[in-house]
């Protein structure tokens, strides 16, 4: 018989556990027999602080009914070059719930009641799982002239983007668009200038040092006040 939780989770305690099940981590499917299910993060070992960092919020959000999961290294190959990773790995009964809320036929999946359990610091985790921001300098003066900022959200549908996109411009007022790649035949989320600096300003308070480098401070120097139709990069 599978344990009932111990702690009775906050609004935003699911939150944050569904943010951090959006982007890199990986909810395994449950035990046959305890229905227990199991969360499996995993970084390149640039990204040990960030594990880590993971690590103890999932840990501090279940309480202490048991021992922190140990943050471990290994390599592993990919296309026959080696690579040095970290990972943990955590068992508990809400993960079985949040199993069923994410993944009802086998696929992650993305709807509107999801995002709306998502707060600022949720939507850090999603970026510094997913995210990345460039900026193109002008070959004139040297300033900022573009920014292209993304989040990859390669495994949901059109009709998911639609929903995030719908999402963001009705919470948060920030217009990122849907785009397309022909090449990989795949959708992310993108965002110009005006509103990636929006978005930026939005999750700055949450994004750990060691991640700062997915906002790059010299986009704050760029303008939002003017617009034209060189910002956007489509």
Request: glycine fraction near 4%; aromatic fraction near 10%.
């Amino acid at each position: 018989m599978r344990k009932e939780h111990q702690k009775k989770l906050s609004q935003e305690e699911k939150g944050l556990l569904v943010a951090i099940c959006l982007g890199d981590g990986h909810l395994h499917k449950p035990h046959p027999k305890t229905k227990s299910a199991q969360l499996e993060i995993g970084h390149s070992i640039k990204q040990l602080e960030y594990c880590t960092y993971k690590r103890d919020l999932v840990h501090d959000i279940l309480g202490n009914e048991s021992r922190i999961p140990k943050v471990s290294i290994r390599k592993i190959k990919v296309k026959g070059k080696e690579y040095e990773t970290c990972r943990f790995v955590k068992t508990c009964d809400y993960f079985y719930i949040l199993r069923n809320l994410l993944y009802p036929n086998g696929r992650k999946v993305i709807t509107r009641d999801i995002l709306d359990m998502l707060n600022p610091k949720g939507l850090a985790i999603w970026y510094m799982d997913d995210g990345s921001c460039y900026f193109k300098d002008s070959p004139i003066d040297g300033h900022s002239i573009c920014i292209d900022l993304r989040i990859s959200t390669d495994c949901f549908t059109s009709e998911e983007h639609d929903i995030m996109v719908d999402y963001f411009r009705n919470v948060w007022n920030i217009n990122f668009y849907k785009f397309y790649s022909k090449s990989r035949d795949v959708y992310c989320l993108r965002a110009n200038k005006e509103a990636a600096l929006k978005f930026i300003k939005l999750i700055k308070p949450y994004i750990i040092p060691s991640m700062k480098y997915k906002i790059d401070l010299k986009l704050q120097e760029c303008k939002t006040s003017s617009r034209d139709e060189d910002e956007d990069i489509v």
